[in-house]
């Protein structure tokens, strides 16, 4: 039977901003299952991260590249790794958007430019052919940050976009 890819979700490249969203899984846990999954035959993960959280810096992006890394070693470390077969680590990145009545809802949202710098320095981290990168667009979660803050007043907004031929 072929075995279907894992999602795992850290949310954050370093435990520091783990703790600060208060995410309860270590790297340690992440590492450990991804090996019981390696060790029954899996050989692609998903790993989903937020990008753009509060408090976040360039040492929390780098840390998503890490842990995406320390994934591939993993598997090729196995003893009992699949013979032929090497390992998917596809990383998905959304980007954080402040919602109403969660606990970062006054917090700012980062800048279109920001987002965009931050997406290509987590791309110039990536160090494998192993690891493929997937994002949102920054503008997407730009307008998706206005919505989620908006009020019945963005209805003729809404409205008027559609009768223009937009789609969300």
């Given at each position: 039977v072929r075995k279907s890819g894992l999602t795992f979700a850290p949310e954050a490249g370093t435990q520091r901003l783990?703790?600060?969203?208060?995410?309860?899984?270590?790297?340690?846990?992440?590492?450990?299952?991804?090996?019981v999954a390696f060790s029954g035959g899996n050989t692609s993960v998903k790993l989903y991260f937020m990008l753009g959280l509060p408090t976040e810096t360039m040492e929390d992006i780098e840390g998503i590249a890490d842990l995406a890394q320390k994934v591939v070693d993993l598997f090729y470390s196995q003893e009992n790794k699949p013979k032929g077969k090497g390992v998917t680590v596809n990383v998905s990145v959304a980007t954080f958007v402040p919602k109403p009545f969660t606990p970062f809802q006054w917090e700012a949202q980062d800048t279109l430019q920001t987002i965009e710098a931050k997406q290509k320095h987590l791309l110039s981290c990536l160090r494998s052919k192993?690891?493929?990168?997937?994002?949102?667009?920054?503008?997407?979660?730009?307008?998706?940050?206005?919505?989620?803050?908006?009020d019945r007043r963005l209805c003729r907004v809404l409205e008027e976009a559609y009768r223009m031929g937009c789609k969300f």
């Open positions: 783990r703790d600060v969203i208060n995410k309860n899984v270590t790297q340690e846990e992440v590492l450990r299952t991804a090996k192993k690891i493929s990168l997937s994002y949102h667009e920054g503008y997407t979660s730009f307008l998706e940050g206005v919505f989620a803050r908006g």
